[in-house]
């Protein structure tokens, strides 16, 4: 009985070490590798508008809603939407855990099974979009001008976050939205620890040219390199 116990011991005070140790390298590579740069020097003398837009949590990345490369309304429809707002100019997009996105609207909402799956891998993904008219500069939303090569990149890379159905046409995910402006699509992929929200929007600007962490799951990784 005590060498069960004993048994018992050593394999909690390992697997809490190990907890330890983990939390520890992760907090490490994310000081160290956010502040890594990545397309230091992009092209110069673009003519499209991107923003990079936080709430202080999560980026979005905002581009215009139609010009030459790409007509986002054919995609995105404003009958999507509360609002079926017809003047807007921009439209955001980004990318996180279907189960936070739609069951968490408020910090409060949270619930553990929801942070747990987000952060394991074990949840589904979805896509958020918002209308704007306009969008104003500050510390948390960042205007970049961009070439229309690189901007073509970027959409490429956004397209393919979407999940298409059979008809190869995005799935509105119906019945959710924040507010009147904005609406919800089936996504790609997986969140976890390693891939957040944040380093979605910071994979967007890599595959547009732009300047971004080589890795970052929050936001601030991103901004950094916007100051």
Known sequence: MVKKLKSILRFTMRFIVGIILFVVVYLVSVFVLYRIPVNRHPAQGGDVPIYINSNGVHTDIVVPLKND???????????????KDTTAKFVAFGWGDKGFYLDTPEWS????????????????????????????????????????????????????????????KIQWISGHSYGKYDAFYEGKGRYSLF?????????????????????????????????
């Not at 380093?199 to 890795?215: D, R, V």
């Open 69 to 83: 490369v790409k007509d986002w309304g054919k995609d995105i429809l404003f009958t999507h939407t509360t609002a």
């Open 109 to 168: 909402d949270l619930k553990a099974s929801t942070a747990l799956k987000a952060a394991f891998y074990l949840g589904t993904s979805a896509m958020h979009t918002r209308f704007y008219k306009s969008l104003t500069e500050d510390v948390e939303c960042k205007k970049i001008m961009i070439t229309k090569a690189d901007y073509a990149d970027l959409v490429a890379y956004i397209e393919d976050s979407f999940q298409l159905n059979e008809a190869k």
């Open 195 to 227: 891939y957040t929200c944040n380093t979605w929007a910071n994979q967007a600007l890599k595959a547009g040219h732009q300047k971004a962490a080589l890795w970052t799951p929050y936001d601030k990784g991103i901004f950094y390199h916007y100051e």
